[in-house]
């Protein structure tokens, strides 16, 4: 399951702004998914993950109330919808996916096998 990202770009404080993540392979179905970022300077964060069936989705704190995770398996995609935008949301977000058939959501990123480019998203003030 190789992810492939899209939809960043630059956008004001409070904005909303959807990245989306495709993926080709038929076992997309199997995979857990995972939103990671690397803003300027700093190490890459968890942001948000969802389990193959989607029943399960979890949040780091700092965009918790603010972030929407989903997947539509039926079109290999997983989107990340992010609202009430701040500054320091900028970073490149990256997209993950790991074969997993389990109702856990995986925070790590040592836990995920394939990752994507990564797509720029810059609030600015």
């Known amino acids: 399951v190789q992810p492939v990202e899209s939809g960043g770009g630059l956008v004001h404080i409070g904005d909303s702004l959807n990245v989306s993540c495709s993926a080709t392979?038929?076992?997309?179905?199997?995979?857990?998914m995972g939103w990671f970022r690397r803003p300027p300077g700093k190490e890459r964060e968890f942001v948000a993950g969802?389990?193959?069936?989607?029943?399960?989705?979890d949040y780091a704190d700092s965009v918790k109330g603010r972030f929407i995770i989903s997947r539509d398996n039926a079109k290999r995609m997983v989107y990340l919808q992010m609202n009430a935008l701040k500054p320091d949301d900028t970073a490149v977000y990256y997209c993950a996916a790991k074969l997993a058939l389990t109702n856990y959501v995986r925070t790590r990123d040592y836990e995920y096998e394939k990752w994507g480019q990564g797509t720029q998203v810059t609030v600015s003030s």
């Open positions: 969802i389990t193959w069936d989607g029943r399960n989705t």
């Open positions: 392979s038929t076992m997309f179905e199997s995979a857990a």
